[in-house]
């Protein structure tokens, strides 16, 4: 079974990737050859963060980089992220930067 990510970033850009029993986001994206950021693959650094918009994703080991109130606002470490929906997600280096105040600003 495979579910259809659409992705979107906020420039107006927006993709589609299948992604297969067992895979997680990160991982489809990378054989789909899109450009999606990522670190430790293992759900600690928040590389990979993104915001579901529409869908069902189970995080398929601890989400140490998310906070409690980020799961809760629809952030999601797609490195440890399989779908159980077809889902729309929102992508890209600024949705990390969502999480973390920037003091300099």
Do not use: F
């Not at 999606?36 to 993104?50: D, E, F, V």
Request: glycine residues 10%; negative net charge; proline residues 4%.
């Amino acid at each position: 079974m495979t579910h259809t990510i659409t992705l979107e970033w906020r420039d107006g850009r927006e993709a589609t990737v299948e992604v297969r029993d067992a895979e997680t986001v990160t991982d489809a994206t990378e054989r789909a050859g899109l450009g999606i950021p990522y670190g430790c693959l293992y759900g600690a650094c928040a590389t990979c963060t993104g915001r579901l918009l529409e869908g069902d994703l189970v995080h398929i080991k601890r989400t140490r980089g998310l906070k409690p109130r980020h799961r809760q606002d629809g952030y999601v470490l797609l490195c440890v992220a399989e779908p159980r929906s077809d889902c729309r997600i929102e992508v890209g280096a600024e949705i990390q930067a969502d999480l973390v105040s920037n003091p300099w600003k």
